[in-house]
Each structure stands twice: as C-alpha cells, then as structure tokens.
C-alpha cells in the first residue's frame, strides 16, 4: 500500500518513498502508542477510502491470494488519536 499511494507523486518521488506508514495496520499502531504510554480516543479508526481505491489504485493494481483469487482491498487511512 506504501507503493500504491504514492505512485503519482512523481514530482517528489525520492522524499515519498523515505516514508513508510504501512509498515503496521491500525490495530499495531493502537499497540504501539498504549505500549508507549498513550490511551486511545475512542474516536480513533481506520478506513477505506473507495474514491481511492476506484480512481487511482484498481485501475494499475489488484490483491490477489497465491491461487489468484480476488481479495478486497484493505483499509486506505487511519486516524488514531492517542492522549497520555
């Protein structure tokens, strides 16, 4: 997902792909952040955005399992508010 989102940054290619946010879904993230300390708004989630997926990722890209059958593509974006 760290490729896909990033694939038409052409003009700053380089610094994008010294960043890495996929790297943990939403629940390692949540884990990260309380094992540091922090407690999570109830707020926080995580989501697909489908505009995202329709316009510019399934027209170049598709997840497929290891025998080539189809796999719904993942969350795009998280918001995860941590408090201390």
């Not at 790297?23 to 094992?35: D, H, K, P």
């Not at 708004?41 to 995580?46: E, G, I």
């Not at 189809?70 to 508010?81: E, G, K, V």
Request: overall charge negative; aromatic content about 12%.
């Amino acid at each position: 997902m760290d490729f896909l989102t990033r694939k038409d940054y052409v003009d700053n290619w380089l610094s994008e792909t010294h960043e890495q946010f996929c790297g943990l879904n939403f629940t390692g993230w949540s884990e990260v952040a309380v094992r540091a300390g922090f407690r999570i708004d109830p707020s926080s989630k995580a989501w697909r955005n489908d505009w995202v997926i329709t316009n510019r990722i399934a027209p170049v890209a598709s997840i497929t399992t290891a025998s080539g059958d189809p796999i719904a593509w993942p969350d795009t974006h998280q918001l995860l508010i941590a408090r201390r």
